[in-house]
C-alpha cells in the first residue's frame, strides 16, 4: 500500500459495505435513464449554442444536417425534432413531454440516492476512498496514465481501493460533476427561469447553461464506458470479488467466485432490461405513462416548482436591442385536413372571425377582428422560453403562436386573453 493511502485511511477499513454497492447499483441504473431520457429532450432541438438567440447557423454543435430556411413558415421547430429509436432514447418516437416526465423522475432518485452515498461516506469515514488528502495524489496519477498509454496494467498494490487516477475521477465524477449536473439541470425549466432569472445569469444565459448540461451528460457518458472497461480489465477478479461480496479475491474459493461472477451478470441484465423496458413499457399507452410519471413526480414539483410565480417583470427590461434577430415558429397553420374552418376564415381574411366571451363573465360578447383592434394596443418585449429548449426575444402580435425565440416585442389588445 502506498504511503499517501495509508495515511488517508485513518483507520477505517475502505472495503465495499453493503450501502456502497446498493447505492452503487441505484446510481448505475438512474444514470441509463437519464441519459436516455436527456437524448429524448435533445432530440426536440438538436441544437447547441453559447448565445440566448438560438439563431440559426450560430451553434457550436448541432445533431442534424437540416439548414434552415429564413422564410417564415417555411421550416419550423417541429421540422428540426428528430425522432429516436426507443433503444436509444426514453421513451423514443419524438415523445419530449414522456421523456421529460422521465428525466424529471429519475433526476429525483438519482439526487436522493447521491444525497445518502455522500452522507454515508462522511459518517462511515469512507470519503477518504474518493477524496484525495495528499498532494502526492497528482505525480501518482501521472505514472497511473503512464502505464496505461503502455498498455500495462498497474500492480494490485496501487489499488487501495483505488489507484490514484481512479480516485481523481471519482472525487471529479462526485463532488464536481454532479454538483453542476444539478446546478444546470433547473434552468432547463421555464418556470424556474422566469422565477429566477438572476440565478440563470449565474451561467451567463440559458443557452450556456444548456451547452454545459449537455458537456456533463457527455463526460458521463465517457466516464462510464471507461469505467466499467477499467473493471473488467483491471484485475477483474479483484473488482468482482470487492463489488459483489466483499472479500478479497485469495479469500474466495472458485464456487464462491462464480457466484460473484452470476450475480454480476444479472444485475447487468436486469439494468438494461429496466433501460429498454422503460420505453416499451410507455408506448404500449403513452397517456397512462405520463400521468403516472409526472403523478410520481407531484409531491417534488408541488414542494420546489408549482408554486413558485414569474419575476421576469420584475427583474428584466428588455429592449430593442434585446430583440432576437430570428424567431423560431414551432409548428405551420392546420391543414384543410385539420380544420376547414381555420383556411376558409383565412381566406377570407377572418372577416366572419368571432371571439366568444362567455362563461363566468358578467356580460358576454361576441366580438370581431375590427372589435379587438379598436380595443387598443400595447407593445412590450417578452422572453420565451421553450421545454425543448429554445429560447428568445421575438418581435410579432399577440396572435402569433411562438415556441423557440427568447425576446419578442408583443402586441397585445387590451381586454384579450392569450
Not at 493511502?5 to 472495503?15: F, I, R, W, Y
Not at 438512474?30 to 432541438?45: P, Y
Not at 447487468?268 to 429496466?274: F, I, P, R, Y
Amino acid at each position: 500500500m502506498h504511503q499517501t493511502l495509508m495515511m488517508s485511511a485513518g483507520g477505517v477499513a475502505l472495503d465495499f459495505p453493503a450501502w456502497l454497492r446498493i447505492t452503487h447499483f441505484i446510481n448505475f441504473l438512474m444514470i441509463g435513464l437519464l441519459i436516455r431520457s436527456g437524448w429524448e429532450v435533445i432530440a426536440s432541438h438538436p441544437r447547441f449554442y453559447w448565445n440566448n438567440h438560438c439563431t440559426p447557423g450560430s451553434e457550436w454543435l448541432k445533431f442534424t444536417k437540416d439548414k434552415v430556411s429564413t422564410v417564415p413558415g417555411e421550416y419550423t421547430a417541429r421540422d428540426d425534432q428528430r425522432s429516436l429509436s426507443p433503444l436509444i432514447s426514453l421513451p423514443g418516437k419524438a415523445q419530449i413531454g414522456l421523456g421529460r416526465a422521465w428525466h424529471a423522475l429519475t433526476t429525483i432518485i438519482w439526487i436522493a440516492n447521491g444525497l445518502v452515498y455522500v452522507s454515508l461516506l462522511f459518517i462511515t469515514g469512507q470519503w477518504r476512498r474518493i477524496v484525495p488528502t495528499s498532494w502526492d495524489i497528482f505525480p501518482e496519477a501521472w505514472q497511473s496514465i503512464q502505464i496505461y498509454a503502455g498498455f500495462q496494467i498497474p500492480s494490485i498494490e496501487h489499488f487501495q481501493p483505488y489507484d490514484a487516477l481512479q480516485k481523481l475521477m471519482y472525487f471529479t465524477v462526485v463532488f464536481i460533476v454532479a454538483p453542476l449536473m444539478i446546478a444546470t439541470g433547473p434552468i432547463m425549466s421555464p418556470a424556474f427561469c422566469g422565477r429566477f432569472p438572476r440565478y440563470v445569469r449565474l451561467f451567463r444565459n440559458r443557452q450556456t447553461a444548456r451547452s454545459i448540461h449537455f458537456l456533463g451528460m457527455a463526460f458521463y457518458c465517457v466516464f462510464t464506458i471507461m469505467h466499467v472497461a477499467l473493471v473488467l480489465i483491471v484485475h477483474p477478479q479483484y473488482n468482482i470479488a470487492h463489488m459483489m461480496l466483499n472479500k478479497n479475491y485469495n479469500e474466495i474459493d472458485a464456487a464462491q467466485f462464480a457466484q460473484a461472477v452470476t450475480m454480476l451478470i444479472v444485475g447487468v441484465v436486469v439494468v438494461l432490461a429496466v433501460w429498454i423496458g422503460a420505453s416499451y413499457w410507455s408506448h404500449r399507452d403513452l397517456r397512462f405513462a405520463q400521468t403516472f410519471v409526472w403523478g410520481l413526480t407531484q409531491p417534488v414539483r408541488n414542494l420546489f416548482l408549482d408554486r413558485i410565480s414569474s419575476r421576469q417583470v420584475k427583474k428584466q427590461t428588455f429592449t430593442d436591442a434585446d430583440i432576437s434577430p430570428f424567431h423560431w415558429v414551432n409548428t405551420r397553420p392546420p391543414t384543410e385536413r385539420e380544420s376547414t374552418e381555420w383556411n376558409r376564415l383565412r381566406e377570407q381574411d377572418f372577416v366572419d372571425y368571432r371571439l366568444e366571451l362567455g362563461g363566468l363573465v358578467k356580460e358576454p360578447k361576441s366580438l370581431s377582428i375590427d372589435d379587438l383592434k379598436s380595443l387598443g394596443k400595447e407593445v412590450n418585449i417578452t422572453m420565451h422560453t421553450c421545454m425543448q429548449g429554445g429560447r428568445a426575444s421575438p418581435n410579432g402580435k399577440a396572435f402569433a403562436c411562438v415556441m423557440y425565440s427568447p425576446l419578442s416585442k408583443r402586441t397585445i389588445t387590451h381586454g384579450t386573453l392569450w
